[in-house]
């Protein structure tokens, strides 16, 4: 992983040819993959210069979907101009102001920022798909995996792998043939990942961080929002967000299901994810975030849908090997 914030050699010379020649470039933020993110500034004007380094990233995608959300009327950032041989983007700064520390200024407006940001949700699964590749049950099974993969082991578990892909087998076609849309599923629509921009623009809120989009099921992406890894969203609030989700986009029956489902899926996922954050890639921050993990995927597991999956964790996992039972050891 990238531990540094010094810009690639290339960025000078890449900038010039974009009309940049002058511009100053000073650190703006890393991320938990490769990617590097600096903010260019030349005068009165601002950019970002994203750096996707090959071969471990590719900013095709990110450029592909960025387009694809503009051309539907969303707020992503526009593209100014690239470099895929360095994997170097110049895209539209939307600034600074993130929903999460702009919530954690003004707590008052949660419920009205994220009622927006379900708007903006309910707008984009009215459209076809994006052309992405299907959220199938290999990319679910592979996903969830993860927690067997990376916690288990951290934890000192041995688990039965083979059950566990059983009982995923058990209730991944609750999400297959349900009767909503296939929609563009952004995958990291989270506080973080959210802007505040310009009210006139898509329910005034920028979006960011979607090159892994894939075409799937419209609850993915609420799941990912109102069961927040990295921020606490009251359950009050994620019950009447996801009412109003309800109220106007009128899902099939069987959405609180697949809700809990993509739930459970996604929350077992990441628990995997930031245990493989902390253990492979030296990032041991990541950990803080896994009692709350636990509390999100075990109210998932509570629904009547997960019973398979649920039974699964309630043998191989006890209750003392999870929330904070990583932290302790890696802590003694």
């Keep these: 992983m990238v531990t540094d914030m010094i810009p690639p050699a290339a960025a000078p010379a890449f900038l010039a040819r974009a009309g940049w020649e002058h511009a100053a470039i000073v650190p703006l933020a890393g991320d938990a993959s490769f990617r590097r993110y600096f903010r260019v500034l030349d005068g009165a004007r601002r950019a970002v210069l ?3 380094p090959p071969p471990h990233e590719d900013p095709r995608p990110f450029i592909a979907i960025a387009e694809h959300l503009v051309g539907q ?26 929903v999460k520390e702009h ?11 994220y009622t927006r940001a379900v708007d903006l949700l309910a707008a984009l699964h009215r459209l076809p798909a994006a052309d992405v590749p299907a959220y199938d049950r290999d990319v679910y099974q592979r996903e969830a995996g993860l927690v067997t993969e990376w916690y288990c082991p951290a934890i000192d578990l041995s688990v039965d792998e083979a059950a566990y892909v059983r ?10 043939r349900s ?14 990942n959210i802007m505040l921009v310009d009210e006139a623009v898509s329910h005034g809120l920028g979006l960011l961080d979607f090159q892994d989009a894939l075409a799937g099921h419209p609850a993915y992406d609420l799941v990912s929002l109102l069961q927040d890894a990295r921020r606490d969203v009251p359950p009050a609030l994620e019950a009447a967000m996801l009412a109003h989700y309800r109220s106007i986009a009128r899902p099939p029956a069987d959405f609180d299901a697949t809700y809990a489902v993509l ?6 996922k990441i628990i995997g994810i930031f245990t493989r954050l902390w253990k492979r890639d030296g990032k041991p921050r990541y950990l803080s975030f896994l009692p709350r993990m636990w509390d999100l995927l075990e109210r998932d597991l ?6 398979p999956v649920a039974d699964w964790f309630a043998t191989n996992i006890p209750a003392d090997k999870r929330h904070d039972a990583l932290q302790d050891i890696v802590a003694a």
Aim: net charge negative; no cysteine; hydrophobic share 55%.
């Design 50 to 52: 994203m750096d996707a």
């Design 73 to 98: 009327g969303f707020a992503a950032p526009r593209i100014f101009a690239q470099d895929l041989a360095e994997g170097l983007v110049l895209l539209e700064d939307f600034g600074d102001l993130r």
């Design 103 to 113: 919530l954690e200024a003004s707590p008052a407006a949660e419920v009205e920022v």
């Design 167 to 176: 009982a995923w087998d058990a209730v991944l076609p609750i999400v297959e």
């Design 179 to 192: 009767a909503s849309p296939v929609v563009t599923v952004l995958r990291d629509y989270h506080a973080e």
């Design 263 to 268: 739930g459970a899926q996604r929350n077992a």
């Design 302 to 307: 509570a629904h009547p849908a997960l019973a």
